[in-house]
C-alpha cells in the first residue's frame, strides 16, 4: 500500500506478503479536471474499486401504532474509519395519553426508549473485533441473539449463540469457532475448526443459493463480522435455518482449509437427530487471483433417513468470473434419490438443467444453471451453454450459443446477430430419439436523418428436426418472410419403439437364479459355522426382519396362515409387443416346529418403477409423456418384509426363590437345550436382554412378594414363537 501526503511517500507492505524485488510504481497525482473524468484502464487491466461505506446509512424506518401508542423505530449504520456501529430497532414510544393535557414535563415521563440491536465493529488488516446482540419478540416467543468474532493475526475466534423461548419450552443454540493454522500439507493447510449443538433445534438445508449468506458459513468464510454486514438478517437467517423444534437436536462441525493457497474453502457438517435424523453437508469454496479470475463455488448434500432422500447439488455463483467480471461463467449440477414413500426408486442426474421443455417434478432440484459462459460489455455480447439430465425415464442433452454485435452512434443504429441451440431427448428403454438444431442470423440498420429514416432488417432461420429408430425428420428454413420445408424419411410409418418379448428380458431382467433375493435386514446379533460347514444366524426376535425382493413386480403373496397387507389391484403390464397382463406370484413355506405363519407379520415392499418397462395399459410412452414427467409407476410391490408378530399373549409369571437364579443355555446348532437351576446370591441377570435389545428395562416387572419372593415378569408381549418367561 502506498500513501502520499503532499510531497511525502509511505510504503506499507501487510504481513506474509513479499514483493519478490517486483518494482511498484508510483501512483500518479491526479489534477481536478483528470479526476472528473472516467477511470478508464488503457494497459487492459482491471481497476477494481474498493467498497466505500457511507458514514450514515439508514436501513429502515418503522413507523407502527400498538396498543393505543406511536412506536418509531429506525435502524441504521454508521462507519467511521475502521469503526462501524450498526443500530437495529432504536426507537420511540409515545402513549396517546400524552396528548391530554399535554406538556413537556408530562412527555418526558411517559416517552419510552428501546433499542433491538446493537453491533460494534472495529476492522483492520492486522486486528478486527466485532460484537452484536439481538432481541426480538413475536407471538409469545422471545428470542436473544449474540455473536463475537476476534482476529488478531492468523488466530481467530468466533461465537454465535441463540436463545429461544416458546410458550412451552426453550431452545438453545451455540457455535464457536478456533482459527489456528495447523499446515499439514500443502494440498490441506487447516486454518481452523468448528463446533456446535442445538438443543430442541432442527436443521433446514439452505437453498444452493443461499448458500454463500448461511451465517456460519459466511462469518467463518470471510473471517468475522465485517462493515455493511446486517446484524438483524444474520440471525433471522440463522433461525430460519435452525429453528425451534421441540425434542430434536443438532449437532454441527466445521473446518476451514486451503489447498495449495489457492483454493478457500470452508465446510459445515450438521447432524439433526431426534423427531428425525438427517445428515447435512454444505460449504463454500472460492479461488481467485484479482484482475484475472475469481471461482466461488457453493455445495451442499443432504441425506434424510426417516424419509429416505438422498440430494447433493453444486453450483457457481454471481461471483464467479475470468478475466473481466464482465466475463461470467455459470453451472451446477444436482443428483437426487428416493428410497422410501410414494416416490421410492426415483432419480434424477444433471448437468446444468433440463430439457426446455420437461416439466420438472415438485421434488426434483430445480433452477440448476447451464453450464457455460456469458459476455456482456456494451457493444458486444457473447454467450454459450449445456446441459445434461438422466431420469428414470429419459436422457436430456443440449447447448446454445449467441453473439450479439451493436454499432449505436446515434443518427446511424447497427446491430448483428447469431443464435444457435441444440435439444436432445432420448429415451433409454426402448431406445427412441428426438433432436431440434435451431440456427438464426440476423441484422439490422436504422438511419434516423431529420426528415426521413430507413430501416432495414435481414433474417434467416434454419431448424432441424430429427427421430428414430427408422430415422427421419423435417428440415425448415425461412428468410425474409418465405418459408420452406423439407422432409425426408418414412413419416407415414409410426416409429417403432416396441420390444420383442425376447429383447425384454435381455434388457431388463437378471438370470433366473438373482429374480429373487432374500436378506435379513436388522435384528442379527451373531453369525456361527457350523460342524457341517453350513452358517447359522442368531437373531433378536424383537428386532428381527426379513425381506424377500423380487426384480419382476409381485401381483400375489401366498403363505399358510399369513396375514399381509392387501396388494394393489391395478393392473400391470411389461413393455414389450403384444404382452399380457402380468401374473406373478410369490409362494412362501416355513420350515420347522411349525408349517404356518401363524406367529408371524408380513407387509409388502412397494417400490417406484419406470413406466417404460412396467405400465398400466401395455402402451408406449409418447414424446409429450415423456418430456411431462418422470413417468413413474407408483406402489408396486416388489417383495415382502417378515416379522415376528407383535400381538400379546399369555405369559404366566414365574415365581423362583430370592437367592435362585435360572440359567438357561443355547447351542449354537440350535438342536438342544438344557435348564439348570443354581443357589445363588446373585439376583437374576438382565443385562444380556437389555444389551441386544430384546426386553427394555421397563417391560420386565420386579415384584417383592411378603420380602421373601421375588417374582420376575415378563410383560405380556409375544416374541414370535418364542415366548421368554
Known amino acids: 500500500m502506498i500513501l502520499k501526503i503532499g510531497s511525502g511517500e509511505q510504503k506499507i507492505t501487510f504481513p506474509g506478503f513479499d514483493l519478490y524485488g517486483i518494482k511498484v510504481p508510483g501512483l500518479p497525482v491526479l489534477n481536478s479536471d483528470s479526476a472528473k473524468k472516467e477511470n478508464k484502464s488503457t494497459s487492459g487491466n482491471i481497476q477494481k474499486e474498493e467498497k466505500k461505506h457511507s458514514l450514515v446509512k439508514i436501513n429502515e424506518v418503522k413507523p407502527s401504532i400498538e396498543n393505543n401508542k406511536i412506536n418509531i423505530a429506525v435502524s441504521a449504520d454508521f462507519n467511521v474509519g475502521p469503526f462501524g456501529l450498526q443500530l437495529v430497532g432504536l426507537g420511540i414510544q409515545v402513549p396517546f395519553s400524552v396528548f391530554q393535557n399535554f406538556s413537556l414535563e408530562k412527555l418526558w415521563k411517559e416517552v419510552q426508549f428501546f433499542l433491538k440491536g446493537l ?38 475466534i468466533i461465537a454465535i449463540g441463540s436463545y429461544i423461548k416458546t410458550p412451552t419450552y426453550s431452545s438453545l443454540f451455540a457455535f464457536g469457532y478456533l482459527g489456528i493454522p495447523i499446515p499439514l500439507d500443502p494440498a490441506f493447510y487447516i486454518h481452523g475448526f468448528a463446533l456446535g449443538f442445538g438443543l430442541n433445534r432442527d436443521f433446514v438445508m439452505p437453498n444452493i443459493t443461499e448458500i454463500p449468506d448461511f451465517p456460519l458459513i459466511k462469518i467463518v468464510h470471510q473471517g468475522g463480522l465485517k462493515q455493511g454486514d446486517n446484524i438483524k438478517k444474520v440471525f433471522q437467517d440463522l433461525n430460519r435455518y435452525l429453528p425451534a423444534t421441540e425434542n430434536n437436536y443438532v449437532i454441527v462441525a466445521g473446518i476451514k482449509f486451503d489447498s495449495y493457497k489457492m483454493i478457500f474453502t470452508t465446510g459445515i457438517l450438521a447432524i439433526a437427530f431426534g423427531n428425525k435424523t438427517s445428515l447435512n453437508l454444505l460449504g463454500l469454496s ?22 429416505g432422500t438422498f440430494l447433493a447439488q453444486g453450483q457457481l455463483t454471481d461471483n464467479t468470473y475470468v478475466l473481466l467480471p464482465q466475463l461470467k461463467l455459470t453451472g451446477g449440477f444436482a443428483l437426487g434419490m428416493w428410497l422410501k414413500g410414494d416416490l421410492a426408486g426415483d432419480f434424477v442426474f444433471t448437468l446444468g438443467g433440463y430439457h ?98 430507413i430501416n432495414q432488417s435481414f433474417n434467416l432461420t434454419a431448424k432441424l428436426q430429427l427421430e428414430g ?121 416355513v420350515k420347522g416346529a411349525t408349517n404356518d405363519f401363524s406367529t408371524f407379520q408380513g407387509s409388502p415392499i412397494l417400490k417406484s418403477v419406470p413406466t417404460s418397462i412396467w405400465n398400466n395399459t401395455n402402451t408406449f410412452a409418447n414424446n409429450d409423456e415423456v418430456l411431462s414427467s418422470p413417468k413413474l409407476l407408483k406402489d408396486v410391490c416388489k417383495g415382502i418384509r417378515l416379522e415376528f408378530s407383535k400381538i400379546e399373549s399369555k405369559i404366566d409369571p414365574v415365581m423362583v426363590s430370592l437367592y435362585d437364579t435360572c440359567v438357561k443355555n443355547y447351542e449354537d446348532s440350535f438342536m438342544s437345550s438344557k435348564t439348570e437351576h443354581k443357589d445363588s446370591a446373585v439376583k437374576l441377570n438382565s443385562s444380556m436382554m437389555t444389551i441386544f435389545d430384546i426386553l427394555d428395562e421397563d417391560e420386565i416387572d420386579y415384584t417383592d412378594l411378603e420380602n421373601s419372593v421375588e417374582v420376575y415378569k415378563y410383560k405380556k408381549k409375544s416374541l414370535g414363537k418364542y415366548q421368554i418367561a
Open 356 to 453: 426446455p421443455d420437461f416439466k420438472v417434478p415438485v421434488h426434483y432440484p430445480n433452477n440448476t444453471p447451464r453450464l457455460g459462459y456469458s459476455f456482456n460489455l456494451g457493444p458486444v455480447q457473447f454467450y454459450g451453454k449445456a446441459y445434461f439430465a438422466l431420469t428414470p425415464s429419459c436422457i436430456m442433452a443440449g447447448l446454445a450459443g449467441g453473439l450479439r454485435l451493436v454499432l449505436d452512434g446515434g443518427v446511424v443504429y447497427a446491430e448483428i446477430g447469431v443464435l444457435f441451440s441444440a435439444d436432445f431427448i432420448i429415451s433409454w428403454k426402448p431406445f427412441y430419439y428426438k433432436a431440434e438444431v435451431y440456427v438464426q442470423i440476423y441484422a439490422k440498420i436504422v438511419v434516423d436523418v431529420w426528415l426521413f429514416s
Open 286 to 307: 472460492t479461488m481467485k487471483l484479482e484482475g484475472v479470475y475469481n471461482f466461488e463455488f457453493a455445495f451442499s448434500m443432504r441425506a434424510d433417513l426417516e424419509e
Open 469 to 589: 429408430p427408422d430415422f427421419r425428420g423435417i428440415a425448415t428454413f425461412k428468410v425474409v418472410g418465405y418459408e420452406l420445408e423439407v422432409k425426408f424419411g418414412d413419416h407415414q410409418k409410426l416409429v417403432n419403439k416396441s420390444l420383442s418379448k425376447e429383447e425384454f428380458i435381455s434388457a431388463f431382467l437378471p438370470d433366473p437364479a438373482k429374480i429373487l433375493t432374500c436378506n435379513i435386514t436388522s435384528g442379527i446379533i451373531k453369525k456361527v459355522k457350523n460342524t457341517n460347514g453350513t452358517e447359522s444366524v442368531v437373531v433378536n426376535p424383537k428386532t428381527f426382519a426379513l425381506e424377500i425382493y423380487s426384480e419382476i413386480p409381485i401381483t400375489e403373496i401366498e403363505g399358510n396362515q399369513l396375514v399381509n397387507e392387501k396388494i394393489s389391484a391395478e393392473k400391470i403390464y411389461p413393455v414389450y409387443t403384444d404382452s399380457a397382463q402380468l401374473e406373478n406370484k410369490l409362494g412362501l413355506s
Open 119 to 156: 453491533a460494534i465493529i472495529y476492522d483492520t488488516p492486522a486486528l478486527s473485533i466485532a460484537g452484536a446482540f439481538l432481541r426480538e419478540t413475536n407471538n409469545g416467543t422471545e428470542e436473544y441473539n449474540g455473536l463475537l468474532t476476534f482476529r488478531f493475526g492468523k488466530i481467530e
